[in-house]
Nanobody, 125 residues
Framework: QVQLSESGGGSVQAGASLRLSCQCA??????????MGWFRQAPGKEREFVAA????????AYADPVKGRFTISRDDANNTVYLQMNDLEPQGAAVYYC????????????????WGQGTQVAVSL
């Protein structure tokens, strides 16, 4: 069983930075072979891919709107995945979710069976 818990959201002004954390737990195994993703969902919109990291290789992928501003990373020792968000923009305001899937890279939210409860990010001008 996989359990994910996000934290680190808040209200900031445009141009500020936030670091989101996803505390990960798995019973009876490890996250080897898992892809860990960050997604976001704004009111009235569908959940969208933000970034992902391979737990095994550390390889990363990003959505075009966040390239160069967001950085995803994982901490093996603490079973935590981070999303460092710099130069936040108002259009980045959303609930941010951590997702996990076993297998190959896939940016589609439907491909992720495991989710956290989300953490709210608000960005004002």
């Amino acid at each position: 069983q996989v359990q994910l818990s996000e934290s680190g959201g808040g209200s900031v002004q445009a141009g500020a930075s936030l670091r989101l954390s996803c505390q990960c737990a798995i019973s009876g195994g490890t996250f080897t072979g898992y892809i860990m993703g960050w997604f976001r969902q704004a009111p009235g919109k569908e959940r969208e891919f933000v970034a992902a990291v391979s737990w095994s290789s550390g390889g990363t992928a990003y959505a075009d709107p966040v390239k160069g501003r967001f950085t995803i990373s994982r901490d093996d020792a603490n079973n935590t995945v981070y999303l460092q968000m710099n130069d936040l923009e108002p259009q980045g305001a959303a609930v941010y979710y951590c997702g996990a899937r076993s297998g190959l890279w896939n940016p589609a939210p439907a491909a992720y069976p495991h989710w956290g409860q989300g953490t709210q990010v608000a960005v004002s001008l």
